[in-house]
């Protein structure tokens, strides 16, 4: 595992951990996009830690937290939503990649998509009623937009 700790913006503490071998690693965005878009999505300030991980990892939280016995794309963790936002998020790199690969989507815009929604999360916003889903996803898709990725729902 390594992990990256950039901190050069005020607004967003961010640690990138790599729990991924040599393959997974390959695939994974670097550090430097994963806090461009965490930034684009973020309202206010931040620390953070986003995991990437492989597919184990990704079962295990997923089960162990929402018990539901897969991986998934994206789990998001909040810790403190007070002045400064607390949380993590974890990517499950395979997942991401097979996702991609079915929707016929390219890897960085998945990537891109998934931090984006993970960071909402972060923020509270949620999906699970259809008026929630609809606000989320047009933040998520201007976002996006003003990131250069085209609408993930098109």
């Not at 695939?27 to 994963?34: D, F, K, Q």
């Not at 991980?53 to 997923?62: C, I, M, Q, T, Y």
């Amino acid at each position: 595992m390594s992990a990256d700790t950039e901190t050069a913006s005020s607004r967003l503490a961010l640690t990138v951990q790599r729990a991924i071998g040599a393959e997974n690693r390959a695939r994974s965005p670097t550090s430097a996009l994963i806090r461009r878009w965490a930034l684009a999505a973020l309202r206010g300030d931040a620390e953070m830690t986003v995991r990437l991980v492989g597919e184990a990892e990704g079962r295990r939280l997923n089960r162990d937290y929402r018990g539901k016995d897969y991986a998934t794309n994206v789990l998001t963790f909040v810790y403190d939503e007070s002045e400064r936002l607390a949380g993590d998020l974890v990517l499950c790199v395979p997942v991401v990649a097979r996702e991609a690969a079915e929707q016929g989507k390219p890897l960085e815009a998945h990537f891109a998509h998934l931090i984006v929604h993970g960071m909402l999360h972060l923020q509270g916003f949620d999906h699970e009623a259809p008026d929630e889903a609809e606000e989320m996803e047009t933040l998520e898709t201007r976002v996006l937009a003003t990131l250069g990725y085209p609408n993930p729902y098109a």
